[in-house]
């Protein structure tokens, strides 16, 4: 077992996360952007963060968006990931330089096949300067569950069809795999509220949970103090 990362907590994690990305497309090898995508509330609140910043801190026409993961329903659903992108950031922030969402219109092990096309153009070319995650309370990142496809990360599958083990999380899933994942230059975790004490208590102790799998070039962990944990909070 290794040690888990060292974590500090975030007094705004939306507005860490908004630094990060701008961060990271000042320093961006190349003239494209490119940025993996997440869902849920906290997502939210970062992605209409990040819409909301003045100026010209981003260049949105040189900005190239896909997602790491989506529930398996029609995209104007109201859990569809996608759906969530482009209200909380595409909506407000105007034409982009292009978004490709994961499909779902037809049968998942197809669907799940032609994004792995897609994430392989971009491994291949310019590859992934930002990837978003999430942790879950059972310390999944994506749509990767423990005891689920893609998790291993020696799979040679990109992008997989999968879904909770547990039940706990519904809709079948999409999701890129770990070495997808771990090929990004930056992958940033945004982890915010008291339901993912555990999952945090697992990570710093090194538990071997999907999300401490991440190994990108550079991981960030953005955790506020209510994740953390009373034991965790310094003044």
């Known amino acids: 077992m290794r040690d888990g990362p060292e974590l500090r907590p975030v007094g705004d994690v939306p507005d860490a996360f908004t630094s990060v990305v701008i961060d990271a497309f000042e320093h ?3 003239d494209r952007f490119v940025i993996f995508l997440s869902g849920g ?22 900005v190239d968006i896909y997602m ?3 529930r398996f329903v029609t995209a104007d659903d109201p859990d569809a990931n996608q759906r969530l992108v482009r209200e909380a950031l595409l909506e407000r922030v105007g034409p982009v330089g292009s978004f ?15 994004y792995a096309l897609v994430v392989s153009a971009v491994l291949e070319g310019p590859g992934v300067d930002v990837v978003h995650l999430g942790m ?23 992008v997989v069809a999968t879904e909770d083990p547990s039940g706990t999380n519904p809709h079948r899933r999409l999701s890129v795999t770990l070495p997808v994942i771990n090929r990004s230059r930056m992958a940033v975790f945004t982890v915010v509220g008291t339901s993912k004490r555990g999952a945090i208590s697992l990570l710093r102790s090194g538990a071997d949970i999907p999300a401490a799998r991440v190994r990108a070039k ?5 955790v506020d103090a209510a994740a953390l944990g009373p034991a965790e909070v310094v003044s």
């Open 218 to 222: 550079d991981v960030r962990w953005l």
């Open 41 to 62: 509330p906290t997502a939210r609140a970062c992605y209409e963060r990040l819409a909301g910043v003045e100026g010209d801190a981003v260049d949105w026409s040189k």
């Open 68 to 70: 790491g993961d989506e």
């Open 136 to 158: 879950g309370p059972d310390g999944h990142t994506a749509s990767l569950f423990p005891g689920s496809p893609g998790v291993d990360p020696g799979t040679r599958d990109l």
């Open 28 to 30: 961006r090898p190349g």
């Open 100 to 114: 490709t969402p994961i499909p779902t219109d037809g049968d998942p092990a197809d669907c799940a096949a032609r």
